[in-house]
């Protein structure tokens, strides 16, 4: 099927490709298709891209590339709902924030990390209420990665 994008026009996106969320995203609950688009050039970045509104499309990152540490607890119902047969299988995403003209001042939300079961194609957005995690938490310093620590 072709998808139109405001970032990356007219895509091709196979049926097994789209990603279905359920519940939506925090602030776009009505939007429930999406897809990953993936460019070298924008490494380690992804773009999580609604499959249904060309203008809605939120920066990823796999948080490991840069905490290998990141540890968070779902609550199983959270992951039932995800129908998970093997954790394995489950890609966790954090959503970053890029202030206009200010990459440098990029954050990452590590208290509301998106868990993508790559078998089902099912995906949630999970709140980390008692997390240590900022859901702010500065990319970059000094125009370099950095890796987080807990707000504890």
């Known amino acids: 099927m072709e998808v139109a994008t405001?970032?990356?026009?007219?895509?091709?996106?196979?049926?097994?490709?789209?990603?279905s969320v359920p519940k939506g995203i925090l602030g776009f609950e009505q939007l429930k298709k999406y897809f990953i688009v993936e460019k070298s050039t924008l490494s380690?970045?992804?773009?999580?891209?609604?499959?249904?509104?060309a203008g809605v499309a939120?920066?990823?990152?796999?948080?490991?590339?840069?905490?290998?540490?990141?540890?968070?607890?779902?609550?199983?119902?959270?992951?039932?709902?995800?129908?998970?047969?093997?954790v394995k299988k489950v890609q966790v995403y954090v959503l970053v924030t890029v202030p206009a003209g200010k990459p440098e001042e990029a954050t990452a939300d590590l208290m509301g990390p998106l868990l993508v079961n790559g078998e089902t194609r099912l995906a949630k957005q999970v709140v980390l209420s008692k997390s240590p995690y900022s859901t702010?938490?500065?990319?970059?310093?000094?125009?370099?990665?950095?890796?987080?620590?807990?707000?504890v």
Do not use: C, M, T
């Open 44 to 53: 380690p970045f992804v773009w999580f891209q609604s499959a249904e509104e």
């Open 6 to 19: 405001s970032r990356f026009g007219k895509l091709n996106v196979a049926p097994e490709e789209l990603i």
């Open 58 to 86: 939120f920066p990823l990152i796999d948080p490991s590339l840069f905490f290998p540490d990141y540890r968070i607890e779902v609550d199983p119902r959270e992951l039932g709902e995800l129908n998970i047969s093997d």
């Open 136 to 151: 702010r938490y500065s990319i970059f310093k000094n125009g370099q990665p950095q890796r987080p620590r807990s707000s």
